[in-house]
């Protein structure tokens, strides 16, 4: 009955210690140490005052205070002369539950204020460097739980203190000596992260594992061949590892896991028989440890949910076992729910952009068939109605232009075609001229638009293998951008060289420069950009000319500012 009565008294504090241990823990500043001590002692202890000392030399400063009256704050004493001075240099926590009859009180110091009964504990024992007083009005002997409270406060802000230390000392000598290396992370990692980030249950399921075993750090990581990734931390005993931390994949038991994907668990590394020797617990320091797989959908191997502590715990038990047991299901069905949302979102995309490209082709080839349709339309009836004449030849010429254009409005169709549903434009390639390909392309463009002025230099010294009618259509594609959209009075560059092993060809323009948030855009269909109303085609130039790129094994770059807009073709010979 006892048992269940402190049980019940001390549920609704521990949450509140818990808290506001891993505050200080977390602190990065003497200032947020203090500060948080100061907001959250009085109340988990349920005393009078508190004061937080630091220990400076031989010397006690008083430098925090949250009490119903007055203290010390800003007054500094010899260590030697007062209590808190006396639990540092003896390194063990005090208490005094009548100030009047204890030797080691300056009692005329404590006349003048509310204080009857006090405990001292020292922060960092092993090399105190402060120390956290609760103050009671009348005279009392704390409990068990009151002096836990305050010790847990001080081991505390004794961690924090350390990685502070440990933070300084890598910033003089950029010396990575932590175990939590921060290491640069891929996107693909990042995207992990994030999905383990998005899971709100986890913060609490780290939360429970650390209550129920009463270690200090868990954290759910990502685990593949050659990686060890902490995607979502609870640090409570100051390992230094944060979400996106990164530890040496071989120094970890998680390796392991993945190999066998069964749980690893012991209650203390220095009498389990296999794990004695381990080189994993030594590296760390640690003691207590409970890992067990994520396994995902289909038997993938996400990661591992684990716990550790450089104390022996009590972690080996079908009770604990289950529950972590249970946490990394929870987990993986988190993750594959998000998995499975990403794809339904992903099909309906692409439902969605299906459905719109289905309108956009009917609208865009009803548009411009229409009039070369209507130019043969025109033709044919005069022609029926005048007969021959001296303009029929010229009439004819007309409505052969127009089929011309219908000719590559459906050209285009089955490019499009070929490039959606075929796998990509085929490419043909030979050894051949690409000089002299690029400049018969650039004398029919120059025919066709006599009043536009091209420039060339090319420097290809030798043949190169490629696919001479598609590579063509592909540079009179984007000459063709160039004319449409390039400014009129200024030039047309048609740059092209072997460099690094690559064939460059780089086609520039002048003009207005290309908005940044449209040139992600410009290679997809149906694209026509900003150009002038009544522009024809169908916007397939430039991703036609992306896909016989890729035919190459090149590729497209783009580049604009207000001096020129840029579409250099790469690829390797």
Known sequence: MTAEIEKSQYSTPLSSLTDAVARISRARSLDDVISTVRSTARSLIGCEGIAVIRLEEELCHYVEEDAIGPLWKGHTFPASAC????????????????????????????ASTFV???????????????????????????SKWEIEVLEALASAAATAVDTMLRIAELKRTSDFALNARPMEVSGRYE????????????????????????????????????????????DHAGFGLKPGG?????????????????????????????????????????????????????????????????????????????????????????????????RTRAA??????????????????????????????????????????????????????????????????????????????????????????????????????????????????????????????????LVSNAITHGAEDEPIFIDSRIHAGQLEVRVSNGGRPIPSSDIDKLFMPFRRGGATTGMEGLGLGLFIASEIAKGHGGNISVSSDDTETAFTFRMPI
Request: charged share 25%; net charge negative.
């Open 83 to 110: 209590i808190s001075g006396w639990a540092m240099l003896n390194r063990q926590t005090v208490v005094v539950a009548d100030v009047s009859k204890d030797e080691r009180i300056p009692y005329e110091l404590y």
């Open 246 to 342: 990164e530890l040496p994949l071989k120094s970890t038991l998680c390796d392991e896991i993945r190999d066998h994907r069964q749980p690893v668990v012991f209650n203390d590394a220095s009498t389990d028989p296999k794990y004695c020797d381990h080189h994993t617990p030594r590296i760390y320091g640690l003691r207590g440890y409970i890992s067990v797989p994520i396994i995902l959908a289909h038997g993938q191997f996400f990661g591992t949910l684990c716990a550790i502590d450089p104390n022996p715990a009590k972690v080996n038990n079908p009770e604990v076992l289950g529950a972590f047991t249970l946490f990394a299901e929870l987990i993986a069905h988190h993750l594959d729910a998000a998995d499975s949302l990403d």
């Open 116 to 142: 009857k009964a006090v405990a001292m504990a020292p922060i960092k024992v092993d090399d105190p460097v402060g120390a956290i007083g609760a103050y009671w009005s009348h005279t009392y002997e704390p």
């Open 191 to 234: 995207a992990d992260i994030a999905r383990v980030t998005d899971i709100a249950a986890v913060p609490r399921i780290l939360d429970v594992a650390l209550r129920m075993t009463g270690m200090g750090f868990a954290a759910v990581a990502r685990v593949t061949e050659d990686r060890w990734i902490a995607c979502q931390v609870l």
């Open 348 to 477: 309906l995309d692409g439902e969605r952009n299906l459905s719109e490209l289905r309108e956009q082709f009917i609208a865009v080839l009803g548009h411009d068939l229409r009039n070369p349709i209507a130019a043969i339309d025109a033709g044919t009836s005069k022609l029926l109605k005048d007969g021959w004449t001296d303009r029929s030849p010229h009439i004819l010429g007309l409505m052969k232009a127009s089929l011309g254009r219908m000719s590559g409005l459906v050209d285009n169709i089955l490019d499009l075609a070929r490039a959606r549903m075929g796998g990509g434009i085929t490419v043909t390639k030979s050894k051949g001229d690409v000089a002299a390909t690029l400049n018969q392309v650039v004398e029919e463009i120059n025919i066709a638009n006599p009043d536009r002025e091209m420039v060339t230099s090319l420097d290809i010294p030798h043949a190169v293998s490629f696919d001479p009618d598609r590579f063509a259509q592909m540079v009179s594609n």
